[in-house]
């Protein structure tokens, strides 16, 4: 099994109609900066997730252009106000190597 | 001199004796870490790490169960794990009774060796080199986690006298290598372990050293790792050689550990500094 590029999003806070709540945005991806090298010496190829895109309900909220900084595994939070009806957030990402993925979370209202 | 340098000279010279007597506060004893024998890894966390240990949206942790769950039921090249043997809650039991003898009863399997024995078997990749294999690591942070909570009860094998004399043999040369001065600082486990627990060693808080949290998730490795990690990662730490991974040295000191840290709960796969 090739390695998995794994997602998760998840939310903290009361999840209520017009709340600030913040979402946090996990992946297991490498990060490779480019600058380290194996033990034989040889420079290991920057392997890195070059944007990402957060969207409500389709709506494009965030955009992140990581670099070398950030480190495996990339993490991202960020807050958003719950809409009315609730809806979806999807965090999605693309790395220099042309490898994207994309993860989804419904915000259920509480009761 | 100039006559007005005189009386400067005097007013500094006085000002302390003019400055109202302060009582200099006694020196605050160092964080209050605390100092018992069987208090796991966890109890020595800063609060920032230890929030994090218990928040699964933003544990890095998650992500190698979520793998390990995938892998659980993998069936790609050969049988998956499920096949056999099922729910991983059938496992549950087992966790906490590795490392074990092995059938032949010449060497001790920690679990990891038992995940990678079977893997071997149904005809998946085999560890390479001096690194972890990832899924593998996933495999056991998904085992540990599933017997969150269970006391630790590695015993000896019961059914033959020759099996429990050569598990007995593994547990004294880990006994012993844990009293064993080694590496350019001279130093044993017990120097640390045993005698300073609580205390300062550079930035970390020194433990009672007890392998209850693992596989763990250490800040300075950005990644997963087995006890055998961790212990390699001694060995150099005291500046001795380091043994190979998979050196029975290794499995006799997890052996001596796991029995130390007897009935004390599993706390399941943990962030450490």
């Known amino acids: 099994m090739a390695t998995p590029v794994l997602s998760r999003l998840s939310f903290s806070g009361e999840l209520r109609a017009g709340r600030t709540v913040e979402a946090r945005w996990i992946c297991n991806h490498p990060m490779e900066t480019g600058f380290r090298v194996d033990d034989s010496g040889q420079r290991i190829a920057r392997h890195i997730i070059t944007q990402v895109q957060c969207r409500l309900n389709g709506q494009v ?5 990581p670099g070398t900084g950030w480190s495996s595994p990339a993490y991202l939070a960020f807050s958003l106000v719950v809409p009315e009806q609730g809806g979806t957030v999807a965090v999605s990402w693309l790395d220099d190597q042309g490898a994207q993925g994309q993860v989804e979370q419904r915000l259920v209202l509480l009761p | 001199m100039k006559p007005w340098g005189f009386w400067v000279v005097l007013f ?116 390479t080199g001096s690194v972890e294999n990832e899924e593998v690591l996933s495999l056991s942070a998904l085992l540990h986690q599933t017997a969150k909570g269970l006391a630790w009860n590695v015993k000896a094998p019961t059914a033959k006298a020759t099996e429990k004399n050569a598990w007995q ?87 001596y550990l796991k029995v130390r840290a007897s009935g004390m709960p599993l706390d399941g796969p943990s962030i450490r500094r």
């Not at chain 2, 961790?230 to 029975?248: E, H, N």
Request: net charge positive; charged share 15%; glycine share 8%.
């Open chain 2, 12 to 127: 500094a010279l006085a000002l302390p004796l003019l400055a109202p007597a302060q009582e200099i506060p006694p020196a605050q004893p160092p964080a209050p870490w605390p100092t018992t024998a069987n208090l796991s890894g966890l109890a020595f966390l800063p609060p920032g790490l230890k929030a994090l240990n218990n928040d699964p949206g933003s544990n890095p942790i998650s992500l190698w169960l979520d793998r390990g769950a995938l892998a659980w039921s993998d069936a790609a090249s050969g049988p998956s794990c499920a096949s056999c043997h099922g729910q991983v809650e059938t496992l549950r039991q087992a966790v906490v009774t590795y490392p074990r003898l092995a059938a032949d009863s010449k060497r001790l399997l920690n679990l990891e060796d038992q995940i990678q024995a079977c893997r071997t078997r149904s005809g998946k990749a085999a560890q």
């Open chain 1, 61 to 65: 909220i965030l955009q992140a252009t």
């Open chain 2, 169 to 255: 043999a593994h547990l004294n040369q880990g006994a012993s290598l844990f009293a064993q001065r080694v590496g350019r600082m001279n130093l044993s486990c017990q120097n640390c372990h045993d005698q300073n627990i609580g205390r300062q060693l550079r930035a970390d808080v020194i433990s009672p050293g007890h392998p209850t949290g693992f596989p763990v998730y250490r800040m300075s490795w950005q990644g997963l790792g087995s006890v055998e990690r961790r212990l390699r990662a001694c060995f150099s730490g005291v500046q001795a050689q380091m043994p190979a991974p998979g050196d029975p040295v290794l499995r006799d000191l997890e052996l």
